[in-house]
């Protein structure tokens, strides 16, 4: 991913924040069975390894773990906040009007090899994990151990594992950070007053990054 200097990343707590907060990122791989990308919930165990470890799995039928189990190497992206920012926001436009269209986004990339498994202890482990994830602040969270013993027993057989020792971790967050301040204050005064919340949440993550 080309990152310019001002738009680069580097802080692990931040990444790590960001990546959790992707509730579906999408795995990337090139193997004998060519270019494959899947959307898969993942689960980041931040304190294992450098950069940390992703967790989750695969429908048994789908050919892109078999590339990952030959040793085909892993890009795992994760999309955050982004915006369409339209020039009408800038001070600058006013000043000489030498101003384009751009987007503000974030994303991070991160790379590794695959482990991949199998055995159904493991396995209901990683399952059971990303339920209580996703399930913990509902008002009654569904839990596996709530479906019969047999059911999930089958379930388990119809998938495999993984594990992704992130190696290279890569963050863009490009927020307009080669703006002039007063360019910055005009697209989050912008985005603030739109009334979709995507615009909104890419205010905020700017005002975050420029506290």
Not at 26 to 36: A, P
Not at 148 to 177: N, T, W
Not at 183 to 192: E, I, R, S
Request: aromatic share 8%; hydrophobic share 40%; proline share 7%.
């Amino acid at each position: 991913m080309y990152i310019p200097a001002a738009f680069r990343q580097e802080d692990l707590a931040t990444l790590h924040q960001q990546m959790a907060a992707c509730r579906l990122p999408t795995l990337v791989s090139q193997g004998d069975n060519g270019l494959l990308a899947t959307p898969l919930p993942m689960l980041l165990v931040p304190d294992e390894g450098p950069y940390g470890t992703l967790y989750g799995h695969f429908a048994k039928a789908n050919p892109q773990w078999r590339d990952l189990a030959a040793g085909a190497q892993a890009l795992v992206l994760f999309q955050g906040p982004e915006a369409y920012v339209t020039p009408s926001w800038y001070a600058a436009k006013a000043e000489h009007g030498k101003v384009v269209p751009t987007w503000n986004y974030i994303n991070i990339q991160a790379r590794g090899p695959v482990q991949i498994f199998a055995d159904s202890e493991r396995l209901l482990k990683v399952v059971s994990a990303l339920t209580e994830r996703h399930e913990g602040q509902r008002e009654q969270p569904w839990a596996v151990s709530d479906a019969p013993d047999d059911y999930i027993a089958g379930m388990l057989r119809a998938i495999v594992g993984f594990a992704l020792p992130i190696e290279r971790l890569d963050g863009k967050y490009k927020l307009g950070q080669n703006r002039s301040g007063e360019d910055q204050h005009g697209v989050q005064a912008g985005l603030q007053a739109s009334g979709d919340s995507r615009d909104q949440a890419m205010a905020a993550q700017m005002r975050v990054s420029a506290e």
